[in-house]
């Protein structure tokens, strides 16, 4: 079957691992205070805390040792002491949970907008997506960052604003990227069928998952990723850029 979509994961696949975990992370712990401060008058923030005292509630159930967020009548400060303490300890655990990701895209805003932060991007990437869009292909971005911080990344990339390539951004919201449930939803939203997206991606789970419900796969081997097993290797077709995927025609 002809490949009429592609689907793209953003960390280790169209942007380096080590932007993420060495830049846009700690840009988080370090002005996560401020942040707190500066905007917490807003409608926004406050919704923001909520769904992470929401999330944390939930996670103690089943958790240990998370730090719950004071409740609504406390004061400010404790409210924010206690938020900062949730956001390092989840972060801490690499949580990929809306909660989360949501603080974390707005955060980034401003980030990007000052360009204190621009988003990298594989010199490989930009290329790609002109070749597939101006072929006719659909291209699609399926992060655990929430899609805020998608469109922030690709359109305050290295390489400019890149927007005009996506037809459409999935974040956690439409499920967890590894399960196949949500690649099946994927394919109900945008309307191809399973066979008809390839997923780029470098995580095994993901590939899997995706596969799993028929979606078509290739990993990523950029540098920084980590190595992929020889089970693994035997299993998925294995690209180092995107110049080397050739789409049937």
Known sequence: MTIKCLLLDIEGTTTSISFVKDELFPYIR???????????????????????????IEDTLTMVGVPEIASS?????????????????????????????????HMWRKGYSSGEIHGHLYEDVEEALK???????????Y???????QKLLFGHS???????YFSGHFDTQIGLKVETASYREIC???GFAPDEILFLTDLPTEAIAASEAG????????????PLTEEIIQRFSICHDFREIKLIE
């Open 158 to 164: 290295v390489a400019g604003n890149l927007l005009q």
């Open 73 to 105: 009548d406390q004061t400010p400060a404790s409210i924010i002491n206690s938020v900062i303490a949730n956001v390092n300890w989840n972060m801490d655990q690499d949580r990929k949970m809306t909660a989360l990701k949501q603080l974390q895209g």
């Open 188 to 190: 109900k939203s945008t």
């Open 143 to 149: 992060s655990s960052g929430s899609v805020e911080a």
């Open 30 to 56: 370090k002005e996560l205070q401020t942040y707190l401060e500066a905007n917490w008058d807003s409608l926004e923030l406050q919704n923001d805390i909520e769904l992470l005292r929401k999330q944390a």
């Open 131 to 141: 070749l597939w869009t101006s072929s006719g292909k659909k291209v699609y971005i």
């Open 215 to 226: 979606v078509q796969v290739k990993l990523l081997v950029r540098p920084g990723n980590a």
